[in-house]
C-alpha cells in the first residue's frame, strides 16, 4: 500500500522555470524524504525533513513540511533539462525503520 | 564506497518458472529492503531486515515468495514460480538505521527488471 500521493502525476515546464511538486500522506511520520528517479534506473535520495522542520533547503530544492495538514511539498528552482525525472516522496513512520512511498510525480523539462 | 548492488540487472522468465534476485548491501548498513516497483508506480515494500530479522513481510505474497538475508549482509529474493503479474522492477536498498530521527536515507541498487512472459 502506499502511504503518500504526489501531486500532479504530471508535470511538463520549460528550463529555468521552478517546478512545485506536493505529497500528501495519512498517518503520523518520523521524517519525510524525496528521492529522484530516472528512467531505468534507481532511487537517489535528495532530502530528508524532520517531523519537527517546517523547512529546508539544499542547493535548488526547498522542502516544506505541515504536519497538521500531512503534507509536503518539493520545490526545484531554476530547473534544468537534466531534473528530467520521477520524483518520490517517501515517509518513515512508527519506531522502526519503515520507509513507505507515494506514487511519484513525472517532471518532464523542455529546452 | 561502493553502492548497493543487484543481480542480474534483467531477467526473462517464462511464467511458473523460478526466479532469484540477489543484493549486496553497502557495508554496515543494517536495514535492508526489497520493493517492487510497476511501471508509472511508486515502489512498493515487501520485505525489510533489520540486520538478519525480517521485521515487515506483511506486503510480501508468501505463497510463492521468499527471502533471506544470511548473516545480516547479502539478501535474496525468490519467486516460485513466477505469474505473468509478477512483471515489475525489484529494488533493493539499504539503510544505517541507529540514528533517534528515525531511518536515515535509503540507498538503492539499480534494480532488476524481471518480465514473466
Known amino acids: 500500500s502506499q502511504q503518500g500521493e504526489e501531486d500532479p502525476q504530471a508535470l511538463s515546464i520549460q528550463e529555468g522555470e521552478n517546478a512545485t511538486m506536493n505529497c500528501s500522506y495519512k498517518?503520523?511520520?518520523?521524517?519525510l524524504q524525496w528521492y529522484r528517479q530516472n528512467s531505468g534506473r534507481g532511487l537517489v535520495h535528495l532530502i530528508l525533513i524532520r517531523s519537527n522542520e517546517r523547512e529546508k533547503h539544499s542547493g535548488r530544492l526547498r522542502v516544506t513540511l505541515d504536519t497538521s495538514k500531512k503534507s509536503s511539498s518539493l520545490l526545484i528552482t531554476a530547473s534544468r533539462a537534466a531534473d528530467t525525472a520521477s520524483y518520490f516522496c517517501a515517509t518513515n513512520t512508527g519506531t522502526a525503520s519503515k520507509l513507505t512511498f507515494g506514487t511519484g510525480t513525472r517532471l518532464q523539462v523542455t529546452l | 564506497e561502493a553502492g548497493v548492488v543487484q543481480s542480474p540487472r534483467y531477467k526473462i522468465i517464462e511464467k511458473k518458472q523460478p526466479v532469484a534476485f540477489w543484493c549486496n548491501p553497502i557495508s554496515g548498513h543494517n536495514t535492508l529492503y526489497w520493493y517492487r516497483q510497476n511501471l508509472g508506480q511508486g515502489p512498493e515494500l515487501l520485505i525489510r531486515?533489520?540486520?538478519?530479522?525480517?521485521?515487515?513481510d506483511s506486503q510480501l505474497p508468501k505463497d510463492r515468495f521468499s527471502a533471506e538475508r544470511l548473516k545480516g549482509v547479502d539478501s535474496t529474493l525468490k519467486i516460485q514460480p513466477a505469474e505473468l503479474g509478477d512483471s515489475a522492477v525489484y529494488l533493493c536498498?539499504?539503510?544505517?538505521?541507529?540514528?533517534?530521527?528515525?531511518?536515515?536515507?535509503?540507498?538503492f541498487g539499480q534494480g532488476t527488471r524481471l518480465t514473466v512472459v
Open positions: 498517518t503520523s511520520i518520523n521524517n
Open positions: 531486515y533489520e540486520n538478519e530479522e525480517a521485521v515487515d
Open positions: 536498498a539499504s539503510s544505517l538505521d541507529n540514528w533517534t530521527g528515525g531511518v536515515r536515507s535509503a540507498f
